[in-house]
């Protein structure tokens, strides 16, 4: 593992602006790389967010961390069929993710080129957890709109 930085060495400040910061630079993967469990509500979800904070995703897998994720859906079909595929048959994931990863110099690499398959590996062994949240019309108990939950976090310094 990497020598890391605790969170109280983190720089966090109250509010962070696309205009003077990089959320995903700045905040994210720093927190990610010191954190032990990450939880998140969001509209939609995709793999490839993996590959876009894999710096801080792999840190937090080195630190024996967890992902709990509340979705409105999967993005793309791939990532779904992944997601079937560690629930069917999460043994050969973890095999066939340990050939991966024999490839490539360290598990940041891994999640930036086979973000899909690390995925799907995260599942099988449980690091990350999904639930995907279906809004239903109040009237007619009918499935409307999207999940989009907008919410705060209180971060303890």
């Not at 954190?35 to 897998?61: D, M, P, Q, W």
């Not at 080195?62 to 069929?81: A, C, M, Q, R, Y």
């Amino acid at each position: 593992m990497n020598e890391s930085k605790s969170l109280r060495e983190i720089k966090i400040t109250h509010a962070y602006s696309s205009d003077t910061s990089s959320l995903l630079k700045d905040f994210y993967i720093p927190v990610l790389s010191t954190a032990k469990e990450y939880n998140r509500i969001t509209g939609y979800f995709s793999a490839t967010s993996l590959a876009v904070a894999a710096k801080g995703i792999s840190e937090l897998i080195e630190n024996d961390g967890k992902v709990n994720l509340i979705t409105g859906f999967f993005v793309n079909k791939t990532d779904l069929e992944a997601a079937q595929k560690a629930q069917d048959n999460p043994e050969f994931v973890v095999w066939e993710m340990g050939k991966i990863i024999e490839g490539f110099k360290n598990l940041e690499d891994v999640f930036t080129k086979e973000c899909i398959k690390a995925f799907a590996w995260m599942l099988a062994k449980n690091m990350i957890e999904i639930k995907v949240a279906v809004p239903m019309s109040k009237k007619e108990d009918q499935y409307e709109g999207i999940f989009h939950q907008k919410s705060y976090l209180k971060i303890p310094l």
